[in-house]
């Protein structure tokens, strides 16, 4: 297997080598939850402490979503938040997802992955200097070129996560 950050034939080179790096990790997240039952997906940690395998897949779904509408200079429709969110719930936390399936949360990644190939391809090289506002309250700025690199390293944070949430499981289980 040849490992390289190459992109679609549809979208220019950067964009495309940055678009890689996200479509990348999620063939890893694919992988590293492999096999997981649905105790294992909604573990939350030793005394129940972290968020379960399960809010962190739909955590990066909804982050992923929120930055393909900054990409497209749209707003994120009412129908998608509702679907997708919220991102953090009263508490400032992610919110519970329990009882939902492995299959499920990764077909609706899988959605907003191909969402974010469709929005990549309309975007050009110069396209990623442009500034786009994000965080909570909007307070913060950043160019597209960042964004499509902080898709792909907050899905790698999180799967730390899920990594380690895989070998408390088996260990508490075995």
Same mark, same amino acid.
């Given at each position: 297997m040849l490992f390289d950050l190459k992109g679609e034939e549809?979208? =220019? /080179?950067?964009?495309?080598?940055?678009?890689?790096a996200v479509r990348e990790n999620s063939q890893r997240l694919h992988f590293i939850t492999? &096999?997981? =039952?649905q105790d294992e997906v909604d573990?939350?940690?030793?005394?129940? *402490?972290?968020?379960?395998t399960a809010q962190l897949i739909k955590h990066i779904s909804y982050v992923d979503l929120n930055w393909v509408y900054r990409l497209k &200079?749209? @707003? /994120?429709?009412?129908?998608?938040?509702?679907?997708?969110?919220?991102? @953090?719930?009263?508490?400032? *936390? /992610?919110?519970?997802?329990? &009882? @939902?399936?492995?299959?499920?949360?990764i077909s609706n990644y899988e959605i907003v992955l191909g969402m $974010?190939?469709? =929005?990549?391809?309309? $975007?050009?090289?110069?396209d990623l200097d442009r500034i786009?506002?994000? &965080?909570?309250?909007?307070e913060k700025q950043a160019t597209i070129r960042w964004g499509l690199w902080h898709m792909a390293d907050h899905s790698r944070y999180h799967?730390?996560?899920?990594?380690? /949430? *895989?070998?408390?499981?088996?260990?508490e289980r075995f």
């Open positions: 549809t979208m =220019s /080179l950067i964009v495309g080598m940055l678009y890689s492999n &096999g997981m =039952s573990y939350k940690g030793p005394n129940n *402490r972290f968020n379960s &200079g749209q @707003i /994120l429709p009412q129908t998608l938040k509702e679907k997708f969110g919220p991102m @953090i719930d009263e508490q400032d *936390r /992610l919110p519970m997802a329990k &009882g @939902i399936s492995l299959e499920m949360l $974010l190939k469709d =929005s990549c391809a309309q $975007l050009t090289d110069e786009v506002t994000f &965080g909570h309250d909007n799967q730390a996560h899920i990594n380690l /949430l *895989r070998k408390w499981y088996k260990e």
